[in-house]
């Protein structure tokens, strides 16, 4: 059983930097593509940055340039630096994982995504 466990969320003003992380409890010798998402209220949860085993990234058109998803194997921990952050990039973030045979690790829509587990999700807050 894998539990996938966010931190790293809070306040921030726009233009500043947050990184949130996500411990992955359990085994995870198997192949997997990885991804953070975010839901705002009142909108569905989107893909924003993808990583797999294999160290291929994705970014949402959004996020690209202003965010870096990365993974230290050693501590089993996903990452994600959010720099430049701006208002509309207030939501609940999420982690979540699946187990994938290929490399094929596309940001997409969770409906196409079709994680194995998820996270509780962190909260992040933008201030303009």
């Known amino acids: 059983q894998v539990q996938l466990v966010e931190s790293g969320g809070g306040l921030v003003q726009a233009g500043g930097s947050l990184r949130l992380s996500c411990a992955v409890l359990?085994?995870?010798?198997?192949?997997?593509?990885m991804g953070w998402f975010r839901q705002a209220p009142g909108k569905e949860r989107e893909g924003v940055a993808t990583f797999n085993s294999i160290g291929f990234t994705d970014y949402a058109n959004s996020a690209k340039g202003r965010f870096t998803i990365s993974k230290d194997n050693a501590k089993n921990t996903l990452y994600l630096q959010m720099n430049s952050l701006k208002p509309e990039d207030t939501a609940m973030y999420y982690c979540?994982?699946?187990?994938?045979?290929?490399?094929?690790?596309?940001?997409?829509?969770?409906?196409?995504?079709?994680?194995?587990?998820w996270g509780q999700g962190t909260q992040v807050t933008v201030s303009s």
């Open positions: 979540a994982a699946r187990r994938s045979s290929t490399i094929s690790c596309p940001v997409a829509p969770v409906t196409r995504f079709l994680a194995d587990y």
């Open positions: 359990g085994s995870t010798n198997s192949s997997y593509c």
